[in-house]
């Protein structure tokens, strides 16, 4: 039994001078460490009553973590049947002064859902969508943004 252990001792030593380390380590199977990380989608506006007298309406802050480009979905829908709803979008972030940079914007004229994009690679940091209704009346508005 002695001399069987010694036997299978040597074979495995020898093999082990023999054959190439990176062949020991070698596998069929592959694999990945790139995860992507999940978009995640926050309304940040619902108004039931946007009016052209009101001039304007902020939505809450959002922030954002690494650069990106955001989604928007804008859902707005006037009071009166004989009227349609007119509401510009405008994508800010305070500035240290006191004012607001522009990153994005967009205009839509009608009742439905639309959709439009921040300008693209947003720095890190905090933004909010500031909504304007030129039309006489009243204008529901939700806003959503899905942040990659």
């Given at each position: 039994m002695?001399?069987l252990a010694?036997?299978?001792?040597?074979?495995?030593?020898t093999?082990?001078?023999?054959?190439?380390?990176?062949?020991?380590?070698?596998?069929?199977?592959?694999s990945?460490?790139v995860?992507?990380?999940?978009?995640t989608?926050?309304?940040i506006?619902?108004?039931?009553?946007?009016?052209?007298?009101?001039?304007?309406?902020?939505?809450?802050?959002f922030?954002?973590?690494t650069?990106a480009?955001?989604?928007?979905?804008v859902?707005?829908?006037?009071n009166?049947?004989s009227?349609?709803?007119?509401?510009?979008?405008?994508?800010l972030?305070?500035?240290?002064?006191?004012?607001a940079?522009?990153w994005?914007?967009a205009?839509?004229?009608?009742?439905g859902?639309?959709?439009?994009?921040?300008?693209?690679?947003?720095?890190?940091?905090?933004?909010?969508?500031?909504?304007?209704s030129?039309?006489?009346?009243?204008?529901?508005?939700?806003?959503s943004?899905?942040?990659?």
């Open positions: 002695k001399k010694k036997a299978a001792a040597l074979a495995l030593l093999a082990s001078f023999v054959i190439p380390s990176d062949a020991l380590a070698a596998s069929s199977q592959t990945s460490n995860v992507s990380p999940a978009s989608t926050t309304q506006l619902s108004v039931s009553g946007l009016g052209g007298s009101d001039g304007y309406v902020d939505s809450k802050y922030y954002v973590n650069p480009t955001l989604s928007f979905t859902t707005q829908v006037h009166l049947s009227r349609t709803a007119n509401v510009s979008y405008k994508v972030r305070d500035n240290p002064d006191g004012t940079t522009f994005g914007y205009k839509f004229a009608g009742n859902t639309f959709t439009f994009t921040s300008d693209p690679n947003l720095p890190v940091g905090q933004y909010y969508v500031r909504a304007d030129s039309e006489q009346g009243r204008t529901a508005i939700t806003v943004v899905t942040i990659p």
